[in-house]
């Protein structure tokens, strides 16, 4: 298994062009690491588990449950599992970490600020 991942190493397995806009970097129990770069526009749905965004290249703005804010790099983007969201208005170069975990339908979120 990998313990260690980089952007280099992980954007040489990527073709947005071609469709090839994912990959994954490792996966531990419910945890998996991705590195993730849309082309043109986000096409992605919710997801069944919470994830973390970590913004490593570009800017644009993000869409999640009804609200738009900017990002940028070395920026961290929480969505719980099953809410929308999307990267919007984004530039060329953007690249994402993704790190999802925990139980499909997400964690107990009582207690999470929005």
Same mark, same amino acid.
């Given at each position: ?7 280099t ?5 990527l ?19 991705? @590195?993730?770069? !849309? ?7 919710p =997801?069944?588990? $919470?994830?973390?965004? /970590? ?21 961290? @983007?929480?969505? !719980? ?7 919007? =208005?984004?530039? $060329?170069?953007?690249? /994402? ?18």
């Amino acid at each position: 298994m990998h313990y260690r991942l980089t952007l280099t190493q992980m954007l040489g397995s990527l073709d947005p062009p071609a469709g090839k806009t994912f990959e994954e970097g490792f996966r531990h129990g419910s945890m998996s690491i991705e @590195l993730y770069r !849309p082309y043109l526009q986000d096409l992605q749905q919710p =997801h069944l588990q $919470d994830e973390i965004y /970590v913004v490593a290249t570009g800017r644009g703005i993000f869409f999640r449950g009804g609200e738009r804010v900017p990002f940028g790099p070395n920026d961290v @983007l929480f969505v !719980p599992a099953g809410m929308e969201h999307r990267f919007e =208005h984004f530039t $060329d170069d953007l690249a /994402v970490w993704v790190i999802f975990y925990g139980p499909e339908g997400g964690e107990n979120n009582s207690n999470l600020q929005a």
